[in-house]
Every structure is written in structure tokens, then in C-alpha cells.
């Protein structure tokens, strides 16, 4: 993914908006967004952006359960079976 085209001064935004978020939508890359030559924002379509949010949270509980295995926070899984099994007959 080249961001060189995807490079846009602030007044680009406020004279194209539609344009750009058509763009967006279609293209699905980020945009940036510069102020007085530095970049200062990141723009995306909403679908890109609720991925991304998704992988974050996948990669998160990944994070965390690879933490509980190090930490030796496990069950063995035929315990946690006759565990659950177990807890349904009591019902």
C-alpha cells in the first residue's frame, strides 16, 4: 500500500469531502491528512475501521490467553470438560 498518493493537505479535505469520502469508500486505503507540512490525521472508510477494530480485539485475546498459558493459568481441557458437565447435571 503506497500512502505517497494518499497524502492530502487539510485544505484538500475541506474543498473535496465528498469527493474524498467517496474515494474512501471505494478505494478502502487511509488517507492523511497534513497541517502546515506535517501529517496530523488519519482518515478511513467506517468498514476498514471496524476490521481493524475487530483484529484488535482478536490479537488482544490472543495476547491474553498466550499470557495465562506463560503464567501457568490453564485447565487441563478433560477437567474443564467434566467440570461443565458436572455443572449441567446439578441443574
Not at 45 to 72: F, N, S, W
Amino acid at each position: 500500500m503506497k500512502y505517497s498518493n494518499q497524502i492530502k493537505p487539510i485544505s484538500y479535505l475541506k474543498a473535496h469531502a465528498s469527493e474524498i469520502f467517496r474515494d474512501l469508500n471505494e478505494i478502502r486505503e487511509p488517507m492523511v491528512i497534513t497541517q502546515n507540512g506535517e501529517a496530523r490525521a488519519v482518515i478511513q472508510d467506517v468498514r476498514t475501521y471496524e476490521e481493524t477494530q475487530e483484529t484488535l480485539a482478536l490479537l488482544k485475546i490472543l495476547a491474553l490467553g498466550e499470557a495465562q498459558v506463560q503464567g501457568g493459568q490453564t485447565v487441563d481441557a478433560f477437567d474443564a470438560i467434566e467440570k461443565i458437565q458436572r455443572g449441567h447435571k446439578q441443574d
